[in-house]
């Protein structure tokens, strides 16, 4: 399948109040596409929010609900049941900052993983709060500046993709910005069966991570070239590795030297070299992890 094979229609208008080169305006385009007009979507306070626009504008052309930071899954399982009631067969998606997902939004997520909710709930990453000027998250990385840790955040990120496997959802993907037909076809996959199903893509952002807006999709392929976010589909126990990540773990492709992805944005540019190893560590940690529980044996030079 090609990129210029997807649905024509656009469900997110242009001419909305994103800045230039958010990844994650890309990636919600690409998304409604895979899950077309039957798609009632729920959004807490972040970005989104925002560039969604004001009632009674919108430029998000299918029913959003706006909910506060901590509920959005809960108030997608109260619209699926609401739904179902009334014999209306349409999915339901919460499309979520990584500050509602790993922080303020944790509670509600496990309790609606923990029921098996049937629903679809997508977190996009940007490894921040954004909207509120750069304030850390539990998904911000280590070392990275943010206006709440000026010299770096000293603690590395957890990682809510685990936590949503140990829950036993039905279906756990990981994504990228930099990789759309991989998003558009993990979205599928999630539309077509019911259950929990949990996708997280890392979006870019250009002011917050301090890189030109036009290198949105460029830093969001670096970060999976090397080895900073892994692409995966989880389902039935196994992991199952896609596009660039599964040909590194094959050893089909050599993964490409940190510094590439850490150099290229301002928030880093302070790195020592023990900053860099310290990342290093952690990819490398990180790997041995994910292909713990993966079908495909990482090639021993992987390691080196
Ligand atoms: C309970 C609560 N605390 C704080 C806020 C202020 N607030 C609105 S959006 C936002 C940032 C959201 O960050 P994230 O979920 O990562 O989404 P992003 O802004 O990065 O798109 C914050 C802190 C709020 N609306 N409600
Ligand atoms: S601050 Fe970042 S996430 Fe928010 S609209 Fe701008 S580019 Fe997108």
């Given at each position: 399948m090609r990129i210029s094979e997807l649905p024509e229609e656009e469900l997110l208008l242009p001419g909305n109040a994103a800045c230039h080169g958010c990844s994650s305006t890309l990636c919600l385009r690409v998304v409604l596409k895979a899950l077309g007009k039957r798609t009632v979507l729920v959004i807490p306070a972040s970005c989104s929010s925002v560039y969604q626009g004001m009632f009674p504008k919108s430029a998000i052309a299918v029913p959003v609900i706006n909910t506060a930071f901590a509920s959005a899954a809960a108030t997608a399982s109260g619209v699926k049941a609401a739904l179902l009631e009334r014999g209306v067969d349409a999915d339901v998606v919460v499309w979520a900052g990584d500050g509602g997902t790993y922080d303020i939004g944790l509670q509600s997520l496990s309790g609606a993983a923990e029921r098996g909710e049937d629903m679809i709930y997508i977190c996009y990453n940007?490894?921040?709060?954004?909207?509120?000027g750069v304030q850390r998250s539990g998904a911000t990385p280590y070392g990275a500046w943010t206006n709440t840790t000026l010299?770096?955040?000293k603690e590395h990120r957890k990682d809510v993709a685990e936590i949503m496997i140990s829950h036993g959802a039905s279906y756990v993907a990981t994504a990228s910005a930099g990789y759309l037909l991989d998003l558009y076809k993990k979205v599928r996959r999630a539309r077509k069966i019911s259950g929990f199903w949990y996708i997280e893509i890392l979006t870019p952002c250009p002011p917050g991570w301090k890189?030109?807006?036009?290198?949105s999709v460029e830093i969001a392929k670096l970060a999976v070239e090397t080895g900073m976010w892994i692409l995966y589909e989880y389902e039935e126990g196994k992991i199952k590795l896609t596009g660039v990540s599964k040909a590194i773990a094959e050893g089909k492709r050599r993964r490409k030297r940190v510094e590439e992805y850490l150099f290229s944005?301002?928030?880093?540019?302070?790195?020592s070299s023990e900053d860099v190893f310290e990342i290093e560590r952690w990819i490398e940690d990180r790997w041995r992890r994910i292909l713990g529980r993966n079908v495909y044996a990482a090639p021993a030079e992987f390691y080196v």
């Open positions: 940007n490894e921040m709060y954004s909207n509120t010299s770096g955040k890189f030109p807006m036009s290198k944005q301002g928030r880093f540019s302070h790195f």
